[in-house]
């Protein structure tokens, strides 16, 4: 079992079988029923270019290259009212959160040609390096906007150490997006529905926790993610880290609610930071591979794509540091699939928790406890 903020708790899901049912995009389009859709388009026509219209609307499952055609699977975006800025917002959701910048959604949706490095020169790794993915161009407007928009939360939670109940503060600000691929939102979000059955509502315990629809500004993100990775990504997890002294311990994404060899696209914005690879160890009599230790340092708009046998034998972290860019704030995005509603448990369990939301404040140049924060997480 391997740790990520000196725990073992991204490995704790239940060993449960994965029976998911994937479902194709064409269960995007059974939202746009008939009267919702011809009110947003109208709407939507007024405020939009010709450009960013065709991508909000075009299918998802014929990728072109040219162009992210992929229609939001988390939530419609709010309607405009004239003159205003779009949002996205939720029941969960302590405020709402803007659209991108019309600059920096059109240099996103380009970006369907990134081009990665492959990286697998040693046993069982398999990593695309992506340097940038996000444009230099608007990397610093993105990572700002980021900063400002999104609601973080530093979550603490007890483990048994040797016996004793050990407090454990994560060491960086967290926040996260998605349900997993048994579910999906439906009606704006105020509805879950079963993914095998989309006019089945799901039974009122199948979560504790009360999952929260993926924002239409990261959720581009993941849709030009998936049209240039090839794979589906239901899951929005973000890091802040604040200085040099936020970090992430060697951990993997290795938890069975992924299914087998998950893919996960892991984003930069913002200061520079060490990202550490190391083998892990052998198990039992197992030889011990032939391997070095990884170091690459992740400049803002990089992206690393971790892939096939990389989080079964690869532990990744990124350490505290000191002095470089380390006392400025980082942010990191990661997407990827769940499978199963142990993964949607855990990922809120560990990344919203029941404490208090965090706002960037500007003049203050730090996250601050959001003093209206009552909403439920
Ligand atoms: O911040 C990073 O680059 C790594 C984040 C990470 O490993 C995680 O969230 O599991």
Redesign the pocket.
Known sequence: MTS?DERGT?HNAQHTTHNARSIGRSDHQTRWNGSYKERLFTLVVATMSKRTLDAFFSRADSPKRTRTNATSSAILPTAPVAGSIQTTNHSTYPWPVPHLPGRVTEELELQVTAQGKEIKDQPHLDLLYFQPFIPRSIERELFTFLRSELFFYRVKYTIKRFGKETLINTPRFTTVFGIDETSRFFNDGTQIVEASDLSKPVRKDKYKCRPRPIPECLDLLRRVTEANTNTKYNFC?V?Y?ASGSDS?SF?S?DERFLGPDPA?A?F?LGAK?D?LMKHKPPKGQEPKPETRDIKIP?ASGDM?LMRGPTQSNWL???PKRKGGEAEKG?I?I?LRRAMIPAGTENYYRYNVGEGGVYKWDDSKREMLPWPGSNVPS
């Open positions: 990520r991204k997890l890091n880290y992430i951990h994404d996960i892991s930069t930071r990202f992740l690393v990744h972290s990124i980082r990191n990661t």
